[in-house]
């Protein structure tokens, strides 16, 4: 395992509160997100970050093999404190994964692969996404009172950045699909004043016609449209 030279939390608060969401993918901040919290959270050797959507979780960031295979573990049992921390968006800890009683099959194979604690809290991520920040120890009680409270105070940092990065991507993917009909409209409309100057017609007769074309072709009519266009301008092309 990787050693990293800790950080002062108010630090890392500090940073997670800094974050352009408009400079930076999803996948850099989980990335980022997994990264500090590894260097803050008193006890940490690994650090994952599990995303539940539905029904169905995902690692989406990790520091190390180790965290990512003991989630994966969960996810094939279908239990374990990351997943019960994400479903219920508590905090969960295991003291000793050599005597844990709740889930014993998965911590015996944490404990065979050298994690002897472990600390899962919970992040409201969105309405439909949840998730946990999963940090793991190689030592048997790594996480006492503080290490866990700093913890739970940077997964809710942690939760406002990811809820915010959700959003802007869903704002980010509006606004494209806006972009994208308002093309589809400017289009439309050149290909109806084309049509309504070579037949005399109305808009809605041009609009009749080339709604016709895209029936009889299968194709949208936003491309009927483009191809009427562009044939038009090869036509006027000296």
């Known amino acids: 395992m990787t050693h990293v030279a800790p950080m002062d939390p108010h630090e890392a608060f500090a940073e997670l509160g800094r974050i352009r969401l408009a400079d930076i993918g999803l996948d850099v901040l989980l990335d980022k997100i997994a990264q500090l919290a590894k260097r ?3 006890g940490a050797s690994e650090v994952s970050v599990t ?11 990790f ?19 990351c997943l019960q921390a994400a ?3 508590s905090s969960l800890i295991v003291p000793d994964t050599g005597s ?13 692969a050298g994690a002897h604690s472990s600390l899962s809290v919970g992040l ?11 940090i793991y120890a190689t030592a048997p009680g790594a996480f006492d009172d503080d290490a866990i409270t700093i913890a ?4 809710g940092f942690a939760a406002v950045a990811l809820a915010n990065a959700h959003l802007y991507e869903t704002q980010a993917t509006l606004a494209g699909h806006m972009q994208k009909a308002m093309e589809s409209r400017a289009v439309i409309e050149q290909a109806k004043g084309i049509l309504m100057g070579e037949r005399r017609c109305t808009p809605e007769e041009a609009l009749a016609v080339l709604s016709k074309l895209s029936q009889d072709t299968n194709r949208k009519l936003r491309d009927v449209a483009s191809a009427l266009v562009e044939n038009a301008h090869r036509r006027r092309r000296p």
């Open 63 to 81: 520091t190390g093999d180790l965290a990512l295979a003991l989630d994966e573990k969960q996810y094939e049992r279908g239990y374990g404190p």
């Open 87 to 89: 479903e219920s968006t």
């Open 40 to 42: 803050t959270i008193p």
């Open 124 to 134: 409201p991520v969105h309405e439909h996404v949840t998730g946990a920040l999963n």
């Open 51 to 61: 995303l539940l959507h539905g029904n169905k979780p995902h690692t989406a960031a």
């Open 100 to 112: 844990e009683q709740r889930w014993p099959g998965w911590a015996q194979t944490a404990a065979q």
């Open 152 to 155: 739970q105070t940077f997964a």
